[in-house]
């Protein structure tokens, strides 16, 4: 039997570092204290990996699709959610409009026909960027909204410069007022169709856009759009709800709005950054793995680098088999330089994670950052491992440590949630014990880590915080 989701019961659960959010409006009674927090991961490194891992839903998916569910007349299944951080505050966030979500293990059903207000806590919106992405459906169907400006990973200035113009090619009117970006439909109706080149192909904007276009009247045709295959997935859930959305995966798209999209059932791609991260685990340790559901082709990127550092992989059906274990004695694994870019580039989210890899590696790997101002704030923990890392601007230098010389467990705290789990992957790698705290930055991205990490064979456990007294 489905559970009732309790957004305040699920964020002490899951967050509990967190203050307490307070959404609105709520019957739910609030626990008297929170439990105490498990914020730091202790990891005696050094454990070859061996086995298999199951991979989760996509969390950038799910949040965006979580927010199109608001879109739809009626109850929509969404199936495969991973039971995250974000997720729940995303939940949180649908519940303070009004809207009844259920979590059920892995499925949500989200239902919004009680939908009654277009202003979402702003409190919850501050956490995860994701939670900005409901300013498009509450406009296009209630032709307003007064949405908090976007919290999210403290990786650079995230402006949303690009969504405000976009929406007002849509015929709204968009003002930000006490941090808050409040819009309204400018004929007093709904959203009109219309043409918008965004400026950089913004993953969130183009999200965002498309669901506003949903239910605009008319045809909207936005150019110079975002790739990711997380677009694809939310395409895929509106066209099963009604809407007419056309070009996805090139960088037009043309979406032909509709009177009423109706709820629906969909399944989340799966994870294609914890996909990654996992594959990296096993080439820093140099172990061999395996994993699904895997989509190869949606991480070419980095299956093409880890080939040519000296890893071998294969893949059948959805199953993916990376193996970084020497083939002759003493070989080593290369390093490579990336350049991260919007999809199909290098993505950014694999950034921290292959960084940390690298220092691993054989020779000089140069890796620049090309999508966010400030997705560094690993490289001064790396360095407390051992790693040899230097950076120059949005460029780091990173002198692989090669084969003899090894990283050495370390202190080190995740500011971020790739970022964080960079640490952890040095942390499996390292010689002696790591400890990694602000886990709670690495619970926003990674479901049931510790039970897979562990069941690959790694030694890693949970340490309550210190006492402050
Ligand atoms: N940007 C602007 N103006 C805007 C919007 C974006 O200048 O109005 C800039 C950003 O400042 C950034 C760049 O464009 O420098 C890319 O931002 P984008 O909008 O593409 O990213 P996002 O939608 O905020 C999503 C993911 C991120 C992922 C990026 C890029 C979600 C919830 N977040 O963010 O995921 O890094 O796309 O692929 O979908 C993560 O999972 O760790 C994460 C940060």
């Known amino acids: 039997m489905a559970s009732k989701f309790d957004p305040n019961l699920a964020l002490n659960l899951i967050l509990p570092t967190q203050p307490r959010p307070n959404p609105q409006p709520?019957?739910?009674?609030?626990?008297?204290?929170?439990?105490?927090?498990?914020?730091?991961?202790?990891?005696?490194?050094?454990?070859?990996?061996?086995?298999?891992?199951?991979?989760?839903?996509?969390?950038?998916?799910?949040?965006?699709?979580?927010?199109?569910?608001?879109?739809?007349?009626?109850?929509?299944?969404?199936?495969?959610?991973?039971?995250?951080?974000?997720?729940?505050?995303?939940?949180?966030?649908?519940?303070?409009?009004?809207?009844?979500?259920?979590?059920?293990?892995?499925?949500?059903?989200?239902?919004?026909?009680?939908?009654?207000?277009?202003?979402?806590?702003?409190g919850l919106i501050g956490r995860i960027r994701g939670g900005f992405f409901v300013v498009g459906p509450l406009l296009a169907r209630f032709g307003e909204a007064a949405v908090g400006l976007p919290g999210g990973c403290d990786i650079g200035a995230r402006p949303v410069d690009i969504y405000v113009r976009g929406l007002r090619q849509l015929g709204a009117v968009v003002e930000l007022r006490d941090n808050k970006l409040v819009a309204r439909a400018a004929n007093g109706r709904g959203l009109v169709g219309g043409r918008f080149r965004l400026d950089y192909p913004s993953v969130g904007s183009t999200q965002t856009l498309m669901m506003a276009a949903c239910l605009a009247e008319g045809t909207t045709l936005l150019s110079n759009v975002a790739r990711e295959p997380e677009i694809a997935d939310l395409a895929s859930f509106l066209t099963s709800t009604g809407a007419r959305v056309e070009g996805v995966g090139t960088d037009r798209i043309c979406v032909h709005g509709t009177r009423q999209l109706l709820g629906t059932e969909h399944t989340i791609m799966p994870d294609r950054i914890e996909a990654g991260t996992f594959m990296l685990a096993a080439a820093i340790t140099r172990s061999r793995i395996s994993l699904s559901p895997v989509c190869p082709v949606l991480l070419s990127g980095l299956i093409d680098k880890l080939l040519g550092g000296g890893c071998t992989i294969s893949h059948e059906r959805d199953e993916l088999e990376l193996s970084a274990i020497?083939?002759?004695?003493?070989?080593?694994?290369?390093?490579?330089?990336v350049r991260t870019l919007p999809y199909p580039g290098f993505p950014t989210d694999l950034q921290p994670q292959t960084m940390a890899m690298l220092s691993t590696c054989d020779g000089l790997s140069i890796v620049e950052e090309s999508v966010f101002e400030n997705r560094f704030t690993h490289v001064k923990e790396l360095q407390k491992f051992g790693a040899k890392i230097h950076t120059e601007g949005s460029t780091a230098f990173i002198h692989g440590k090669g084969r003899r010389d090894k990283l050495r467990g370390a202190r080190v705290s995740a500011a971020d949630l790739r970022g964080g789990m960079a640490l952890v992957l040095a942390g499996l790698a390292a010689e002696g014990v790591t400890q990694v705290s602000r886990m709670s930055n690495i619970d926003r991205g990674y479901e049931s880590l510790e039970a897979k990490l562990r069941s690959l064979g790694a030694d890693v456990k949970r340490l309550e915080e210190p006492n402050p007294s």
């Open 26 to 122: 709520s019957s739910t009674q609030i626990p008297a204290a929170a439990p105490a927090a498990a914020d730091i991961l202790v990891i005696t490194g050094g454990n070859e990996l061996s086995g298999h891992v199951p991979i989760s839903g996509s969390k950038n998916s799910a949040l965006a699709i979580l927010a199109a569910t608001l879109c739809c007349r009626g109850a929509s299944k969404l199936n495969n959610v991973p039971r995250l951080a974000d997720t729940a505050t995303m939940a949180a966030v649908l519940s303070s409009l009004g809207a009844e979500v259920e979590f059920s293990g892995n499925e949500v059903v989200v239902e919004t026909d009680r939908v009654g207000s277009a202003e979402p806590d702003a």
């Open 326 to 337: 020497p083939r002759r004695s003493g070989e080593g694994l290369r390093g490579f330089d």
